[in-house]
């Protein structure tokens, strides 16, 4: 019985792997995921496995990232329009370059006053996190004695992220203990922090990443259908890579408002996919386990790793601490190596052909607007019993990096002592 069950089970997952649809399949479907880290968050549509028989939640350690936000440059969105506008002036735009041109001239006034802000629509994911989390895991957050203890990083954006999602909860239950602090004491764990290590080992990062614009970068199409003089933008001084990356920065971003303003005409999905593959490789070289860097670049979340075992380890000892969770907010270059450090899914993969990263790494899968971390912690519901946990990478369950016989659901005392073993063999170098 149990050799059929095992066969059946080989057979299931040779069919999902069948079925799987590659990044290039994806974006092709849903053009934003083009987007990477400004890719909006799309709420999770698969239900989660019950608990185990006998046990239930009572614990929630989180980091979360702001939700959709304006650009946090200026410059971002004015170099842009500085070409379409000079290129008016001289003539040279044809009818779809006027067309774009018009879209910006009405949507950059929108972004004054604005830059690196959160959204409406950011606003809006964070509320839909927060109520999920009653939804998902209503123990958590029940009763008189639920405790949550909200921190963010000291940028505005983080700040509305967590109210945001913390008025959900104490809509759910009026009645519990809800702590908000926001404090620079904080930073050194819940911003990146870049030892002179990791810098060490990231000095190549530019000049790798430099050969793949290079090499999925192909302007003439993108330039031919907005200027109608082929040696106005083939000028030297002109750079249109660089111009092309500019547009599709600016149009990436635009999924983060509800203006109604779309540019994805001025891109083919071939365009858009190539342009994604080198930002997916960008940011596993510079966050990530990408060996090209030594393996190490997702230690910069150390700190914040600690910091999740510690703080776990003071509930777990705690003889009054009952139910609650512990949320933490901040910024996607914390989110996406914290989940490369705790090795969820295959998060951190060491890839050794870039040109194939995509077959194991993919970013928009990993920190999109509003992307988070949920690990979720249960215990028996009468008598003594392990603790288990099971993870949730953008409230999808995800695997960890330990044994267990029943997944989701892990023991937390051997991913306790995998943790520590691996932080101590990094510090220990």
């Known amino acids: 019985m149990k050799k059929k069950t095992f066969t059946l089970l080989v057979f299931s997952c040779s069919l999902l792997t069948s079925f799987a649809q590659t990044a290039k399949e994806e974006i092709y479907a849903d053009i934003l995921k083009s987007g990477s880290n400004y890719m909006a968050y799309q709420a999770p549509t698969k239900a989660l496995t019950k608990a185990p028989k006998g046990y239930e939640p009572f614990y929630m350690s989180h980091y979360g990232r702001h939700g959709s936000r304006w650009l946090i440059n200026e410059n971002d969105y004015t170099s842009v329009i500085r070409v379409f506008r000079r290129a008016n002036e001289l003539g040279k735009l044809t009818p779809l370059g006027k067309e774009a041109l018009a879209k910006l001239e009405r949507f950059i006034p929108t972004t004054k006053g604005r830059l690196g802000e959160l959204s409406d629509i950011g606003e809006q994911q964070h509320h839909g996190i927060g109520r999920r989390m009653t939804e998902n895991f209503p123990e958590i957050f029940s009763g008189k004695d639920a405790e949550v203890d909200a921190r963010s990083t000291v940028v505005i ?14 809509a759910f239950n009026p009645k519990m203990k809800m702590h908000n602090d926001v404090s620079e004491s904080y930073q050194y764990y819940l911003n990146h922090n870049f030892s002179q290590r990791l810098r060490d080992a990231g000095r190549d990062r530019g000049s790798i990443v430099d050969e793949y614009k290079k090499k ?6 993108f330039c031919r259908a907005l200027f109608n003089d082929e040696s106005y933008w083939n000028d030297e001084d002109f750079r249109p890579r660089s111009f092309m990356r500019a547009v599709f920065n600016v149009i990436t971003n635009m999924q983060s408002h509800g203006n109604g303003e779309d ?37 910069n979340q150390a700190d914040l790793l600690h ?31 914290l989940a490369c450090l705790l090795e969820l899914d295959s998060c951190g993969r060491q890839v050794q052909d870039l040109d194939h990263l995509e077959d194991y790494w993919v970013n928009y899968r990993i920190y999109p607007m509003a992307c988070n971390i949920q690990l979720v912690f249960y215990r028996p519901k009468k008598g003594q019993g392990d603790i288990l946990v099971k993870a949730l990478l ?32 990094f510090e220990g170098k």
């Not at 954006?157 to 959900?168: K, N, V, Y």
């Not at 960890?400 to 016989?405: E, G, I, R």
Request: aromatic share 14%; glycine share 4%; net charge negative.
């Open 157 to 170: 954006r983080c700040i509305l992220s967590m109210t945001a999602e913390c008025e959900e909860l104490t």
């Open 216 to 221: 999925y970068t192909h302007p003439d199409r």
């Open 263 to 299: 540019m994805w005409n001025l891109f083919t999905p071939e365009e858009c996919y190539d342009l994604w593959k080198i930002v997916n490789i960008d940011w596993y070289l510079g966050y990530g386990a990408a060996p090209q860097t030594g393996g190490i670049m997702q230690f």
């Open 307 to 337: 910091n999740i075992i510690e703080t776990t380890d003071t509930v777990m000892a705690s003889k009054t601490f009952k139910n609650g969770a512990t949320l933490r907010f901040g910024h996607e270059v914390c989110v996406m190596p």
């Open 394 to 425: 953008n409230e999808k369950e995800a695997t960890l990096p330990v044994p267990t016989d029943q997944y989701p659901y892990y023991k937390w005392e051997d991913l306790r002592a995998y943790y520590v073993k691996r932080l101590k063999e």
